[in-house]
């Protein structure tokens, strides 16, 4: 496991912007995929959106259009740019990286989980 630091979080009012930011650390290899879930209490975790080392993107259905996820592999950070925020898009955000360390031992890290408030 490689340490994930999460930024970005807090309070938005409703139709408003954030980013949020992921930066991995330690001996790290390669970065594979990079990805950002998020959980609302009461409801499962899901998949918000995903970035393969090809720049290939995934977006869940309800933040398609609103949400853009990028990358920038010399910092090891993924972001998430999230714009016209809804009320349903409060959760806590936990970013994942899947890659291979120095050891060429793959590894698949969760950040510790960053909350995001969207309300007036």
């Known amino acids: 496991q490689v340490p994930l630091v999460e930024s970005g979080g807090g309070l938005v009012q409703p139709g408003g912007s954030r980013r949020l930011s992921c930066a991995a650390s330690g001996s790290i290899f390669r970065i594979n995929d990079m990805g950002w879930y998020r959980q609302a209490p009461g409801k499962q975790r899901e998949l918000v959106a995903s970035?393969?080392?090809?720049?290939?993107?995934i977006y869940g259905d309800s933040v398609q259009g609103r949400f853009t996820i990028s990358r920038d592999d010399y910092k090891k950070t993924v972001y998430l740019q999230m714009n016209n925020l809804k009320p349903e898009d409060a959760a806590v955000y936990y970013c994942?990286?899947?890659?291979?360390?120095?050891?060429?031992?793959?590894?698949?890290?969760w950040g510790q989980g960053i909350q995001v408030t969207v309300s007036s």
């Open positions: 970035i393969t080392s090809d720049s290939f993107t």
């Open positions: 994942n990286v899947v890659g291979s360390d120095t050891y060429m031992r793959r590894f698949d890290s």
